[in-house]
């Protein structure tokens, strides 16, 4: 079992940035997919941004270049530094943690709340 936790989330102004913190309770290694998804009222959860650990990232065409998925392997630890945002950013954030080896791990976190105000 992988806990996730995450932090960083709240009220933020259009333009304004954030970061969100992800801690897993495992190592992450070189098989671990980090991923931040999103999912605002009445929508469905989607994909904002992966991060593989053999190094390539993956973003949503929506936060392309707005957004930046980092993580520090000996932390445990995936960020989602978001900048320039958007109302349409207002969403819950949720980690989610993926092994590319051991594929029936699939683990989220609990969800924090982003709103960007206008």
């Known amino acids: 079992q992988v806990q996730l936790v995450e932090s960083g989330g709240g009220l933020v102004q259009v333009g304004g940035s954030l970061r969100l913190s992800c801690v897993a309770s495992v190592p992450l290694l070189w098989s671990t997919v980090m991923s931040w998804y999103r999912q605002a009222p009445g929508k469905e959860r989607e994909l904002v941004a992966a991060?593989?650990?053999?190094?390539?990232?993956k973003y949503a065409d929506s936060v392309g270049g707005r957004f930046t998925i980092s993580r520090e392997n000996a932390e445990s630890t995936v960020y989602l530094q978001m900048t320039r945002l958007k109302p349409e950013d207002t969403a819950v954030y949720y980690c989610n943690y993926r092994s590319m080896v051991q594929t029936s791990d699939d683990y989220w976190g609990q969800g924090t709340q982003v709103t960007v105000s206008s």
């Open positions: 991060s593989f650990g053999t190094g390539p990232t």
